[in-house]
């Protein structure tokens, strides 16, 4: 069974500090694997994807296979980065849904 | 642009009340449709998707049931509802396809009362 696990339900970092948001997730395939971010009044919204490799608003998300893990790191938090994470995975077989985690809040205070 | 809409923003409903949510979606064709119940602490809880018309796929036991009755309509209702039913309600929709990006509705917050 598909299952994503993040263990911090908060994690409260000062402005400049290092953030790492950790997903492990089980799955017995080739996953794909999502972070969806929420802010504050707005629409639950993409952040990045595995498959892209690439850095979004300072975040990167690297795909561990060996450790089940994509866990979502930034090198200096903002305050603008205060938000609910959601890490998401899929199986990459057709017709499959999107599962997500419960979720992390990431407060970052000055 | 693709757009998607839910309906209503807010509600609230007696015990016992029957429900209709319902949500569209514009611009595209096919489109994989889901429904998430998003609660503190629980998180994004997958209740029902869809990877075509008239096919619904339930992944909790629940007071709820889905339906497809076009390709770009996808309907949450319940008989009667619980109290346990209250929660914020979140559709989205998603091309198939590796890596393809889902997409949220502003979500509808639920209140049984």
């Known amino acids: 069974a598909q299952r994503v696990t993040q263990p911090e339900k908060l994690l409260s970092v000062f402005k400049g500090a290092p953030v790492e948001l950790k997903c492990n997730y089980s799955?017995?395939?080739?996953?794909?694997l999502f972070w969806y971010v929420q802010y504050s009044r707005q629409r639950l919204q993409l952040l990045l994807r595995?498959?892209s490799r690439e850095s979004i608003k300072g975040f990167t998300a690297d795909l561990n296979k060996g450790e089940t893990s994509f866990h979502l790191k930034k090198p200096f938090a903002q305050e603008e980065d205060s938000a609910m994470y959601y890490c998401?995975?899929?199986?990459?077989?057709?017709?499959?849904?999107?599962?997500f985690g419960k979720g992390t809040t990431l407060s970052v205070s000055s | 642009s693709q757009t998607i809409h839910q309906w209503p923003a807010t509600l609230v409903q007696p015990v016992g009340s029957p429900l209709s949510l319902e949500c569209t979606v514009e611009?595209?064709?096919?489109?994989?449709l889901y429904w998430y119940r998003q609660a503190a602490g629980r998180g994004l809880q997958l209740l029902f998707y869809?990877?075509?018309?008239?096919?619904i796929s339930s992944e909790v036991p629940q007071n709820l049931s889905a339906s497809r009755p076009q390709d770009r309509q996808f309907i949450l209702s319940s008989k009667k509802l619980l109290l346990s039913d209250s929660g914020f309600y979140l559709c989205?929709?998603?091309?198939?396809?590796?890596?393809?990006?889902?997409?949220f509705g502003q979500g509808t917050r639920l209140t049984v009362v």
């Open positions: 989205a929709w998603r091309s198939e396809g590796f890596g393809t990006e889902a997409f």
């Open positions: 799955y017995s395939g080739s996953p794909e």
């Open positions: 595995h498959i």
């Open positions: 998401a995975l899929r199986s990459n077989q057709a017709g499959t849904a999107l599962i």
């Open positions: 611009g595209t064709s096919n489109p994989n």
């Open positions: 869809s990877v075509g018309i008239g096919q």
